[in-house]
């Protein structure tokens, strides 16, 4: 059952909404894994029964996104925040790369570069707020550049891109932390994707890589700190040293949840079908307005104003009384943000647009 345990509506832009089907599973199997007589935060991550855990893991993410043969998985931590550094460390080699600027996380991965090498700005939204994805058709490349950088759902601003940039044939790098299996991926185009599942996928703690295996480097600079060469997780499947186990384990879960409801495909259906609701409402609202340009807007995060500070926070704190949590925008764009991640049932984005609904005839003259 969706709504019992006197859960709220949590559209919190992360860590958030898991799926309850999901933490019902955690909890009956909390005491005692499938007869191992333990917990699975207790058991050894060489043992064979975890080996089984991270295996199964892997495997399902790999139907799930069809990842080729050719490209690696990985399950790390340190937040999407050691990505932006582990990315220059380990792709860089003329010390050349391109990013585009579409956020703030964009933004620190591109200061984050800048002490490995020659990073450019090749195109940004900033001029507007982040408001919208730049055209990336036809960019100004570096023709030695090592890789392009892009942040492919901007998770404060609510964009995404919808086609990915012209890189003239270059290494395509993506964070994808909030956009992560909403939707199904043609991995090919990538040379690496990560991802923090804390957004969309399971709990703070672990960061999925999906890394081409010819990035994968024995000539890494001696001063790269064994820990943050992508090689050795590889050369070691993710178990070089202690992984984050429990975090995996529960991202299996939910990997096994997205397989049940139909994969990518269903989830894309599903997750388009949410937003539209709140979309299509913000569209013919008197009071409440979209804060991003119409094609560029993200199915995961949903930012929106009245115009009024005063209703905002008036707004915020009324939805928060009526079960809707979290909604408050972040502080760069101001007003409200509804992250509809996977795991929010449609209920929830159908009881937020009812609640503005009757909030704006209560607010309007
Ligand atoms: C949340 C987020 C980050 C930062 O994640 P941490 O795990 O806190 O380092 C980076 N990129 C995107 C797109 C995010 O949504």
């Known amino acids: 059952m969706a709504n019992n345990y006197n859960r709220?509506?949590?559209?919190?832009?992360?860590?958030?909404?898991?799926?309850?089907e999901v933490l019902e599973t955690a909890r009956d199997e909390m005491l005692n894994y499938q007869s191992s007589g333990m917990s699975v935060m207790e058991m050894s991550h060489r043992s064979k029964v975890y080996d089984n855990i991270i295996k199964t893991?892997?495997?399902?993410?790999?139907?799930?996104?069809?990842?080729?043969?050719?490209?690696?998985?990985?399950?790390?931590?340190?937040?999407?925040?050691?990505?932006?550094?582990?990315?220059?460390?380990?792709?860089?080699?003329?010390?050349?790369?391109d990013y585009i600027v579409t956020g703030q996380w964009a933004k620190k991965a591109y200061i984050e570069a800048?002490?490995?090498?020659?990073?450019?700005?090749?195109?940004?939204?900033?001029d507007k707020n982040f408001s919208y994805i730049p055209d990336c058709s036809d960019l100004n490349i570096s023709s030695n550049a090592d890789y392009v950088?892009?942040?492919e759902n901007n998770t404060i601003y609510g964009t995404k891109f919808k086609t990915l940039p012209n890189t003239k044939g270059k290494t395509l790098v993506s964070d994808m932390s909030s956009c992560f299996l909403s939707e199904p991926v043609d991995i090919a185009k990538y040379g690496l994707i990560f991802a923090g599942v804390q957004k969309n996928v399971g709990p703070a703690g672990v960061q999925i890589v999906i890394i081409k295996d010819d990035l994968l480097r024995d000539d890494l600079p001696s001063w790269c700190p064994t820990m943050l060469n992508y090689k050795i997780h590889a050369d070691n499947n993710s178990l070089y040293n202690t992984p984050p186990a429990?975090?995996?384990?529960?991202?299996?879960?939910?990997?096994?949840?997205?397989?049940?409801?139909?994969?990518?495909?269903?989830?894309?259906?599903?997750?388009l079908k949410k937003a539209a609701i709140l979309y299509d409402f913000l569209d013919k609202s008197n009071l409440f307005k979209g804060t991003v340009e119409k094609n560029s807007r993200s199915l995961m995060n949903i930012p929106f104003i009245t115009g009024s500070e005063e209703l905002d926070k008036k707004?915020?704190?009324?939805?928060?009384?009526?079960?809707?949590?979290?909604?408050?925008?972040?502080?760069?764009?101001?007003?409200?943000?509804?992250?509809?991640?996977?795991?929010?049932?449609?209920?929830?984005?159908?009881?937020?647009?009812?609640?503005?609904?009757k909030f704006e005839k209560e607010n309007t003259k």
Request: some cysteine.
């Open 114 to 126: 800048q002490k490995y090498g020659k990073i450019n700005k090749i195109a940004s939204s900033e």
């Open 149 to 151: 950088y892009i942040c």
């Open 57 to 97: 893991a892997e495997k399902d993410l790999r139907e799930l996104l069809n990842i080729p043969e050719s490209y690696k998985v990985l399950f790390l931590q340190g937040g999407a925040h050691l990505q932006f550094s582990m990315v220059p460390i380990n792709l860089l080699k003329n010390g050349i790369a």
């Open 8 to 20: 709220v509506y949590n559209f919190s832009a992360g860590p958030a909404v898991l799926p309850v």
């Open 246 to 271: 429990y975090g995996i384990y529960i991202c299996g879960l939910v990997f096994k949840w997205l397989k049940n409801i139909g994969g990518l495909e269903k989830m894309k259906e599903i997750n």
């Open 315 to 357: 707004f915020i704190e009324e939805s928060a009384k009526n079960g809707l949590l979290q909604l408050k925008g972040h502080r760069t764009v101001g007003g409200m943000r509804a992250s509809l991640y996977n795991a929010m049932p449609i209920d929830g984005v159908k009881k937020l647009v009812e609640f503005m609904e």
